[in-house]
């Protein structure tokens, strides 16, 4: 096969059947053969870690992992991301659609991974620095590309509309911390979550959160970011399935919100006087 066609991968490789070369005998993801090793032995996240990281996983990683895709699994139906997916699934539209709208909308600078890959980004620079993390989150921008992405309205990891910390993120935050290295990302922000809501005046987010894990499972800001958008799928996949069941009599149209510029008057059937 010419080398203009062939495909470089620095944690996949493929033996090719002796009698079809577009068939894979053995399939090994960094150097750990798939079909022989891997399906037999380990679990789902252990694999995504392989993938993702390179290196077999520590088992406590593994967990972690594992609960952080239970907390964001699906976050109901008041996540625009879920909300998306919905609209496709009443309008009947076909399955990957629905799942398209889901990570498009999901993948923004309000609870969405772009917000997700800035928090992890001001890991870096900031580490476990209360005062460090104070000045940046103020002024996070680093992309100028205006076109690309507007400048952020609040402080990444924060949710400029709430009063206090939901009880379910909060749950999740206690939950993940029991899994997590004492003094990691998920621990510090643990300690000083109060702190910093009351300087900005508002509770962090599941941004932070799941920024926080991700950093404690080793990942840089682009693996966190692809992880987060997968991992929040399965709840938006069943929601637009519901709603595509359930059909759009009971889906909940903002009819009060829209105006008309060109307003027929009421209907009127065939014959009727004007």
């Not at 987060?228 to 595509?244: D, I, K, S, T, W």
Request: charged residues 20%; contains cysteine.
């Amino acid at each position: 096969m010419p080398s203009d066609y062939v495909y470089h991968s620095n944690f996949w490789l493929e033996e090719p059947e002796e009698s079809n070369p577009f068939a894979a005998k053995a399939c090994y993801c960094h150097g750990y053969d798939v079909y022989g090793q891997i399906i037999a032995r380990a679990s789902w996240f252990e694999y995504l870690l392989l993938m993702f990281k390179g290196d077999r996983p520590e088992p406590a990683h593994v967990v972690l992992l594992e609960k952080l895709a239970l907390v964001l699994a699906n976050a109901g139906p008041k996540e625009a991301s879920i909300r998306a997916a919905m609209n496709g699934g009443v309008a009947g539209t076909n399955h990957s659609s629905a799942l398209m709208a889901a990570l498009a909308v999901g993948s923004g600078l309000y609870g969405g991974s772009q917000e997700l890959e800035i928090c992890m980004r001001l890991w870096q620079e900031c580490g476990q620095d209360v005062e460090k993390w104070i000045t940046r989150l103020q002024s996070p921008e680093e992309d100028e590309r205006a076109d690309i992405w507007p400048a952020m309205e609040h402080p990444p990891g924060f949710d400029p509309n709430g009063d206090q910390i939901p009880t379910t993120l909060l749950q999740s935050l206690e939950l993940l911390v029991q899994f997590a290295p004492e003094s990691g990302a998920l621990a510090w922000l643990a300690i000083n979550r109060s702190d910093l809501e009351e300087f900005f005046g508002c509770p962090i987010s599941i941004s932070a959160v799941a920024a926080a894990t991700l950093v404690d499972l080793g990942l840089d800001k682009d693996q966190g970011s692809m992880l987060y958008l997968m991992l929040r799928l399965p709840g938006a996949a069943v929601h637009a399935l519901e709603q595509r069941k359930m059909g759009w009599k009971k889906f909940p149209f903002y009819s009060p919100a829209i105006e008309l510029e060109e307003d027929p008057g009421p209907y009127k059937k065939a014959g009727e006087e004007e």
